[in-house]
């Protein structure tokens, strides 16, 4: 604690998955990590998501965001044996590749001209278009109505529970956790960052806001902004069913145990976490399009969780420059990315240095007129 207590090398405000990713990877690197969480009763996207690791259609108005969604796709595999070894935890990592299902002849087309745009801008870009036959001989269960799908081989899918999971008991020996500590106060003095929450106030040289939509108000008394928002997303899930689905979709995937998750709505409805009928019907007629024979399977829950939003919907990665050594990270594809976060982002914050590459993501671009959508 400050005055008188100890000092840590960074102070992480925010155990859901970016938070924790980054302090995973701050622990390894050496630092001495103090993790501030707020707790189970805040917004939590990182406890209600639907557990892609996707690449495919990502930064397709971002070169930037699309080569670090694919650096964190090729650092999954790694970073899922790491978190086995360390805790003994498999988070059911898997990438077998991905598929958007198309429901029409133009929706094969512009998703087509999505993925060739990506290809054209980045020079290497892995996918492939499969019409109706190719995509039958891959899932003999999808609809008559699914006209074709785009495949990456680079998309996977996980438990986003186990992930955080295995994250946090990773952590548990290396890094000071604090969880139901809120912070509420934030100030520089004598080279130092003192945190305050409701139990006393922490110091650290180094501070890394990764609360969430949590951000938006912290940012600011460190010089930085977060202008993010919450859109809530519903899902739905499906009793255990025999395998049929061996590779995930971006709407419908199978888990480990045999569930089905059906996802997912997109609604900007502020700070509500409530299921409506209407999402459970629109998501379940999409899914029963695509897979007739759900129609006959038992929902066994359905909830709405937020998700963290910029305008454009790529991430804040920053510094700030009125006080060094305060960083925002923030991003609405955390378990995506959680092993970029952990592996390249969390040792550059120990170096005390963003990589060029992510000059991109600063929230300078928020103050430019045109504020395009990213993907
Ligand atoms: C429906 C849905 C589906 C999704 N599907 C996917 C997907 O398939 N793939 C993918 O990559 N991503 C997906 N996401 C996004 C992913 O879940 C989020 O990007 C990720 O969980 C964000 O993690 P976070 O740690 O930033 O935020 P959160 O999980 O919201 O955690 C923020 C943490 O900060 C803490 N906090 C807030 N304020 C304070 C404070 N003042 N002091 C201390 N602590 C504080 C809270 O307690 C909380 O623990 C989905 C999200 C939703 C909602």
Known sequence: MSGGGP???????GGGLVGAALAYGLS??????????????????????FGLVWVQGKGSRSPAYARWTRAS???????ATQLLEETAIDVGYRKPGGLTLCMSEAEMESRCTLLQGLRTSLHEYDFQMLDRLELRELLPAVGETVVGASFCPHDGHVSPLLLLRALHQAI?????YRPGEEVIAIERRDGLFHVRTRRGTRAAIQLVLAAGLGNAKLAPRVGLQAPVVPVRGQILVTERLQPFLPLPTMQVRQTEVGTVMLGDSHEEVGFDVSTTVAASRDITRRAIAQFPFLGDVQMIRTWGAL??????GLPIYEQSQTHPGAYIVTCHSGVTLAAVHAKQLAPAIARGDLPPELDAFCAERFEECHVVQAQ
């Open 28 to 49: 390894r690197e050496g630092q001495a990590v103090t993790l501030l969480d707020e707790g189970d009763n805040a917004f939590r996207a990182s406890r209600g998501n």
């Open 73 to 79: 796709a090729d650092l999954w595999p790694a970073f």
């Open 172 to 176: 548990l020996d290396r890094v000071a």
């Open 307 to 312: 998700r963290v939003m910029t305008a454009d």
């Open 7 to 13: 000092v840590a090398d960074v102070i992480v405000i």
